[in-house]
């Protein structure tokens, strides 16, 4: 199966040649998608395009809104599989197998990689995240045990029905949504993830957010 | 009360000339500065004959001209945000379109 990964930045240009190292070790096909980082970051990233698809949103869209881009993209290369992972090297690489073992071994659609909640999670973000995975479960009927991992995969075929319109943050929960509203096949793995001093993810105010989104996408 | 209404009629002759000035730049067509100019002439003929609208209060039971144009102005404000909203909700959705486009090219 014609695997690539799509990796979404913004000035990450210091991580991502460690995480393209990584991800090398199992996937050759790596797409970057640089949401308009900055100059010193920008030319960093495009450093690497001998070794992966670089390619550049002119401004930040948001995460979402390159994930997509990256997902067309991969989709234009004739990607039968796509995993999607942050490029600040908080997912290892290593679990990518995991992910597609389940993908292929049990014919599902689309696999969620979900952290180990509780561990090396900051409090605020492990309540919020059980508070969204009960919000998911509640009003999709999907249970997912860590809603806000962007380290996932899918199927290409499954894309038309997983197809996002959240530009940023609110991207991950309205996968989970679409995914059980159309009835798709999911499964959930176990991935390690380390946490950066500096880590950038979502903060209470995106969880207000995602979580009146949610209610929108069930309601309206 | 003299002072609000002048303060009044100062700023709708003020939005009056803005109005012009955008039509003249052909940022507003016809019709939309007809509509501005209408709003703004309102005002000032509301501030300086304010029983000129006795007959609305009279209706809807509103007892001050002063409420009368606070009620108004609520209304349009609330329709003008959400036209904001939508257009902003557009523009977004554009914006972002284009710079994929340009992206995959």
Known sequence: ?220 | MIGLQLVAIIFALWMLYFSYLHYRRHEFNRLEFILWEILWIGLVVVVILPHSVQFILNAFSITRTFDFVVIVAIVILFGVTFRNYVLQKRLNRKLEELVRQLTLK
């Not at chain 1, 940023?168 to 176990?190: D, F, H, P, S």
């Not at chain 1, 979502?202 to 957010?209: E, F, P, Y």
Request: hydrophobic share 45%.
């Open chain 1, 1 to 220: 199966m014609k695997t690539f990964v799509v990796i979404p930045v913004l000035n990450e240009g210091e991580r991502l040649p460690v995480v393209i190292d990584e991800v090398k070790k199992f996937i050759q096909d790596i797409i970057i998608i640089d949401d308009g980082s900055n100059e010193k970051n920008a030319s960093r990233i495009a450093q690497l395009k001998n070794r992966v698809i670089v390619l550049r949103h002119r401004i930040n869209l948001g995460k979402g809104a390159a994930m997509r881009t990256g997902v067309e993209a991969a989709i234009a290369h004739g990607a039968e599989a796509i995993i999607l992972m942050d490029g600040d090297g908080q997912h290892h690489a290593s679990d990518i197998p995991k992910l597609l073992d389940k993908l292929t071994g049990d014919n599902i659609d689309i696999v969620f990689g979900s952290r180990t909640i509780g561990k090396d999670m900051p409090l605020v973000m492990m309540l919020g995240n059980k508070f969204l995975s009960l919000c998911s479960s509640f009003l999709f009927g999907l249970y997912i045990s860590d809603t806000q991992s962007g380290f996932r995969a899918f199927r290409t075929r499954a894309y038309p029905a997983l197809r996002w319109d959240s530009p940023r943050y609110a991207v991950e929960t309205e996968m989970i949504a679409n995914a059980a509203k159309k009835k798709l096949r999911t499964g959930e793995v176990q991935v390690q993830t380390i946490y950066h001093d500096d880590y950038k993810g979502t903060t209470v105010i995106d969880g207000i957010r995602i979580f009146t989104s949610m209610l929108r996408w069930k309601f309206l």
